[in-house]
Nanobody, 121 residues
Framework: QVQLVESGGGLVQAGGSLRLSCAAS????????MGWFRQAPGKERDFVAF????????SYADSVKGRFTISRDNAKNTVYLQMNSLKPDDTAVYYC??????????????WGQGTQVTVSS
């Protein structure tokens, strides 16, 4: 059974930084692309970023480009999301996912439980 466990969320002031982590188990982590999505209250789950299995290809939503960086450490079975220059609009529950490499949630078949990120103004 694939398990994804996110951590690193919290409350931060606008302009601050957070680094999210997602630890994976249950499949050969280094063989699969990983993605980050987020969902604000009352809104759909939106794409944030994805990274290919080797960590050589990344893609970002326009809203986070230049501020967020996705990376992975295949030796640690972990994917990261470094978030800088945070804005109140970044407030959401952040989810990691595996099984796809696309900006659509429907492309992924396994999801973590999510971690809350709250950015105060």
């Amino acid at each position: 059974q694939v398990q994804l466990v996110e951590s690193g969320g919290g409350l931060v002031q606008a302009g601050g930084s957070l680094r999210l982590s997602c630890a994976a188990s249950g499949r050969t982590f280094s063989s699969y692309a990983m993605g980050w999505f987020r969902q604000a209250p009352g809104k759909e789950r939106d794409f944030v970023a994805f990274i290919n299995y080797r960590g050589t290809v990344t893609s970002y939503a326009d809203s986070v480009k230049g501020r967020f960086t996705i990376s992975r450490d295949n030796a640690k079975n972990t994917v990261y999301l470094q978030m800088n220059s945070l804005k109140p609009d970044d407030t959401a529950v952040y989810y990691c996912a595996t099984g796809g490499m696309a900006p659509s949630a429907s492309a992924y078949d396994y999801w973590g439980q999510g971690t809350q990120v709250t950015v105060s103004s």
